[in-house]
């Protein structure tokens, strides 16, 4: 990873270089270097949703003064969803510096939704610990936010906030997820998902993260409703 071409790319002056470089180390280069102490970028991906949820909720709420609190999280939630990030690293051409062992390389891994997804979310993350909230906020202002104005972003579908709508429709219905099964190794997880109504109509669902997973269930329950 060129760390000095990246921080002239985005203007970032990041002073923990490693920590940049965490932000885009996959857990099966950690685990074919072991010799090198390294660290993966999944912590970082967890800091980074936050990250994200906060920063689009602000821009939104700023941006869009004439949309209602429903708009505004259906619009939010196309946003942050992993399709969405997957676009967004894809613009930004995150996957030129993932750090990826042979095997995840050579099944596709720089190209995987889930993984690009993760990998944005991971670098989000360390702007946050390297250099604060707003930092972070100016980076996605400059250089994501003006897509979301974009048709296939905006409009990107979210299965799981239709079956909520539907299913709010009638009285006392009960609306769940749950992970029944995962499958594979840590870098290459597999996670099944089924969703349930009022603990009736059930509905499977399969992806490379629960959300994926989640996601699919829900969209497989609105086509059989």
């Known amino acids: 990873m060129n760390i000095q071409q990246f ?17 885009f180390t996959h857990s099966s280069y950690v685990n074919e270097h072991t010799h090198k102490n390294l660290s993966d970028n999944e912590r970082l991906e967890f800091l980074g949703d936050a990250v994200l949820e906060i920063a689009v909720s602000d821009y939104l709420y700023r941006s869009h003064k004439a949309m209602t609190e429903g708009e505004l999280s259906k619009l939010r939630a196309n946003i942050v969803c992993e399709e969405s990030l997957y676009r967004f690293a894809t613009i930004l051409q995150l996957h030129e510096y ?22 944005f979310e991971a670098f989000l993350g360390a702007i946050y610990l390297d250099q ?17 104005i974009d048709e296939t972003f905006s409009h990107v579908t979210d299965y799981k906030s239709e079956l909520q709508e539907l299913v709010q429709e009638g009285k006392n219905k009960v609306l769940e997820y749950r992970i029944i099964e995962e499958k594979g190794p840590s870098h290459q997880k597999e996670f099944h998902a089924e969703v349930i ?16 997973a989640e996601q699919d269930a829900a969209k497989n329950m609105l086509e059989r409703i």
Request: glycine content about 10%; charged content about 30%; overall charge positive.
């Open 98 to 119: 993932i750090l990826l062992g042979k095997g995840e390389e050579r099944t596709g891994g720089r190209e995987r939704h889930a993984l690009l997804a993760d990998v």
């Open 197 to 212: 109504i009022n603990n009736e109509q059930r509905a499977k669902g399969v992806g490379r993260t629960k959300k994926e």
């Open 132 to 148: 604060g909230i707003a930092t972070a906020q100016a980076f996605l202002e400059a250089f994501v936010f003006p897509h979301i």
């Open 7 to 23: 921080k002239q790319k985005f203007n970032l002056p990041f002073e923990n270089q490693e920590l940049l470089k965490q932000a």
